[in-house]
T-cell receptor
Framework: QKEVEQNSGPLSVPEGAIASLNCTYS??????FFWYRQYSGKSPELIMF????GDKEDGRFTAQLNKASQYVSLLIRDSQPSDSATYLC?????????????FGKGTHLIIQP | EAGVAQSPRYKIIEKRQSVAFWCNPI?????LYWYQQILGQGPKLLIQ????????DSQLPKDRFSAERLKGVDSTLKIQPAKLEDSAVYLC???????????FGSGTRLTVV
C-alpha cells in the first residue's frame, strides 16, 4: 500500500515566522512530488513541484526533497495570515501511463497575526 | 485559459438513489482525472482517462461507480446506487503534461442522506 504521511496539525505559526511542513512517503519508486494548498471549501491549488534531491525555491516557498530518507518538506518564509490553509503533500505514482497522485491527509496551518 | 468546469456544485440525494457528475477539462488537455475527497482526508484517485481510454481505474468501486469520457473531451462520473459513505467532494482535474501537476475544478459536493 503506497502511503503519504503528514502530521494533521493544526500547526500554529506566528505571522512573519517560517512555517515548516513535513511529509514522508512509502513508495521508493516515486518520481515527483507536489505541494497543494487547500482553503476551506475550495479545491486544492498547486503551489510547487519537485523532482530532484535538494531545494527548490519559488518566492516565499521552498520545497525540499530527500529521496534516501523518503522525505519532502515545504518551508513558507514570512508567513502571512492568508497562508492559513490545509497543505496537501502528493506523490506521483511511478510506472506506465498511470500518473495519478497519491495524497496525504494534509496539515492544517494557522498563521497567528 | 478557462479552467476545469464541473457541475453541479452541490447535490443532495437519498441512499440507493443514483447521481451523475459532469466535467469539462481545459481545452486541449488529453488526460482527465476524477478524485474523491472525503472530509478531513486528501483526494483519492478514482479514475484516469487518456483521451477517451481508461488508463487507471484500480481504485474505482466498480460495483457502483462508473465513468466515461465521450470523444476524449467531457467526462461523466456516475454512482448507482449511492451509499452514505459516498458523501464527499468529487474533484475533476486535467493535464497536458502531468509531471508538472494539474489543475482541479471547483468540485461537486455530494451529500447522501
Amino acid at each position: 500500500q503506497k502511503e503519504v504521511e503528514q502530521n494533521s496539525g493544526p500547526l500554529s505559526v506566528p505571522e512573519g515566522a517560517i512555517a515548516s511542513l513535513n511529509c514522508t512517503y512509502s513508495d521508493r519508486g516515486s518520481q515527483s512530488f507536489f505541494w497543494y494548498r487547500q482553503y476551506s471549501g475550495k479545491s486544492p491549488e498547486l503551489i510547487m513541484f519537485i523532482y530532484s534531491n535538494g531545494d527548490k525555491e519559488d518566492g516565499r516557498f521552498t520545497a525540499q526533497l530527500n529521496k534516501a530518507s523518503q522525505y519532502v518538506s515545504l518551508l513558507i518564509r514570512d508567513s502571512q495570515p492568508s497562508d492559513s490553509a490545509t497543505y496537501l503533500c502528493a506523490v506521483r505514482r511511478s510506472g506506465g501511463g498511470a500518473d495519478g497522485l497519491t495524497f496525504g491527509k494534509g496539515t492544517h496551518l494557522i498563521i497567528q497575526p | 485559459e478557462a479552467g476545469v468546469a464541473q457541475s453541479p456544485r452541490y447535490k443532495i440525494i437519498e441512499k440507493r438513489q443514483s447521481v451523475a457528475f459532469w466535467c469539462n477539462p481545459i481545452s486541449g488537455h488529453a488526460t482527465l482525472y476524477w478524485y474523491q475527497q472525503i472530509l478531513g482526508q486528501g483526494p483519492k484517485l478514482l479514475i484516469q482517462f487518456q483521451n477517451n481510454g481508461v488508463v487507471d481505474d484500480s481504485q474505482l468501486p466498480k460495483d457502483r461507480f462508473s465513468a466515461e469520457r465521450l470523444k476524449g473531451v467531457d467526462s461523466t462520473l456516475k454512482i448507482q446506487p449511492a451509499k452514505l459513505e459516498d458523501s464527499a467532494v468529487y474533484l475533476c482535474a486535467s493535464s497536458s503534461f502531468a509531471t508538472t501537476g494539474y489543475t482541479f475544478g471547483s468540485g461537486t459536493r455530494l451529500t447522501v442522506v
